[in-house]
């Protein structure tokens, strides 16, 4: 009787003491990756510069103004094709999961696209739209969509049969066990789908920006290494790093906001 009143209390702590013990250890982290890092520059290894190095660069790319504008456009073409590609995904995936013949008549061209890199796409996307922002802006797209979509129709065929079953006993039609049923249900999967589709789009921006680019962190760490000035591509590698994790951070805040319902370790 005694330990089954203590263990919650033991709960408790135990939970305080993570709460507490994860940012540490990510401080801790971040400290001993800076300091391989300076070791590993201090020892001349490649050339590799170090963290003071680097952040006097930055600083300069920030006083001229360069880092600013940079950021600004890889952030406008990321978020365009981000946005496009999760708003374009969820419908396509909760018609596909809903539905099987949409699925049966999507989910080929779906898986079709999922083989080829959208980097492949670049040279297609140049020769029908121009060296524009349009072609930048599509490669990340498809990135993003690919990748949310799948997410979301694994998230609609996975809700469980009884509690749509369960509604429909209760009188409740197709549009009301979609709204309250199946939605709620999926809504975790389509934020992971989201969070690895953010992923895919950062990581196709690089190459999305040497599609005669003239500003943008890819451009510029491309222009970097013609030059072989190191420290402007760790500054542009930081930049996209840091951007993509407060990213990552804010849509996993906003799953822990929509998906209070769910149990979690």
Not at 218 to 233: D, P, S, V, W
Not at 239 to 251: P, Y
Request: aromatic share 8%; charged share 10%; with cysteine.
């Amino acid at each position: 009787m005694l330990r089954a009143i203590a263990a919650p209390g033991t709960g408790r702590r135990a939970g305080t003491r993570g709460h507490w013990t994860g940012p540490a250890l990510n401080l801790a982290a971040v400290a001993a990756g800076l300091g391989a890092w300076a070791a590993l520059a201090a020892a001349g290894v490649s050339g590799l510069p170090g963290p003071r190095a680097v952040a006097v660069r930055a600083g300069e790319l920030i006083a001229d103004g360069t880092l600013l504008d940079d950021t600004v456009a890889s952030l406008r073409r990321v978020l365009t094709g981000f946005v496009l590609g999760s708003a374009l995904a969820v419908p396509v995936g909760f018609l596909m999961g809903w539905y099987p013949v949409a699925r049966a008549l999507i989910e080929p061209y779906v898986q079709f696209f999922r083989t080829i890199p959208p980097l492949a796409i670049i040279p297609l996307a140049i020769l029908l739209m121009g060296i524009g922002e349009t072609p930048k802006v599509f490669v990340i797209f498809l990135a993003a969509f690919l990748s949310c979509v799948i997410a979301t129709l694994q998230g609609v065929v996975s809700v469980d049969n009884t509690l749509i079953n369960a509604a429909r006993v209760l009188g409740a039609g197709d549009a009301v066990v979609f709204r309250r049923v199946v939605v709620p249900a999926s809504a975790p999967f389509i934020l992971v789908g989201m969070r690895v589709g953010l992923g895919a789009a950062w990581a196709t921006l690089v190459a999305a920006e040497l599609i005669a680019a003239q500003q943008g962190l890819g451009y510029r760490m491309q222009q970097a290494q013609i030059y072989y000035e190191l420290a402007t591509i760790f500054v542009g590698l930081i930049t996209i790093g840091v951007l993509g994790l407060v990213m990552d951070r804010l849509l996993l805040a906003a799953e822990h906001r929509l998906t209070g319902w769910q149990e979690r370790r």
